[in-house]
């Protein structure tokens, strides 16, 4: 008979934490999907994969679910090497071919280009990023896969809609689905509903090869490490604030904001449209 010790050993706590923790990613990933249709039957779905905890994470969960979901799909890891120094190229390959997952790697001398360009100084990320973009989007149009699933989360999506909000002066963050600019790409974003500190704890139980993003010397742009002390320090003082207000995002009630194209604010209340005058005559009048 096993003792009280052994019951309620370090080892069994720990594996039991982990396994939950397994179960809480799954069940998050797999609500998005359900949510939002991210992933339907017959998709062919490129993984972004930097080798960054949340990429990997990405990777991982979506195997793990693609045994059991209820439509087939496939799914193929995609590296954009840009050639940064100290790079190390083997090890997306190496853990690819060990856990038998399709891989491509997209070689595009990026780093040359955004070191020549941005002055000294000044953060890469913003050039680098759309570098990055332009090449994933073009192979995976060559490739013929029709979802591209980023690692963005919860804290990511929440970032940028602050930094949206206090810099650009609109209410627009990241969406968990999205079709891009040029109508070509459907963008997903499967962790959408998973939280940062539970992907960092995955990862580390995972003992995925982590590749540190700051090859380049760059660091990650100020202005959203301010917006996620704010919202680290918010939720330290009020747990659960920042799953309320990730919450917020998907219940938007348009008729109580101001924006006059997304609800009709002229015509409401109007007795006919002979009595509504235009912008311009209230303008007119203001100023005579």
Known sequence: MPTI??????DRKQTHEAARLARRLRHAVGRAIADYNLIGDGDRVMVC??????????????????????????LAAVNLDQKQPGFPEHVIPDYCRERGVPFHVIEQDTYSVVTR????????CSLCSRLRRGALYAFAEREGFNKIALG????DILA?????LFHGGTLKAMPPKLLSDDGKHVLIRPLAYCREAEIAEYAEQRAFPIIPCNLCGSQEN????????????????????SEIMF???SHVAPSHLADGELFDFAS????????RLDAHAWLDSRDS
């Open 247 to 249: 919450r917020a995002l």
């Open 222 to 241: 100020l202005q959203r490490k301010q917006a996620r002390r704010m919202l680290d320090a918010w939720e330290r003082e009020h747990p659960g604030r």
């Open 160 to 164: 940028t809609f602050f930094l949206n």
């Open 268 to 275: 409401l209340g109007s007795r006919s449209e002979t009595s």
């Open 152 to 155: 963005h989360h919860r804290d």
């Open 117 to 124: 360009v941005v002055p000294e100084g000044k953060t890469l």
């Open 5 to 10: 010790e052994r019951l309620h050993s370090p």
């Open 49 to 74: 994969l930097s080798g960054g905890k949340d990429s990997w994470t990405l990777l991982d969960l979506l195997l793990s679910l693609q045994a059991k979901a209820p439509v087939k799909f496939e």
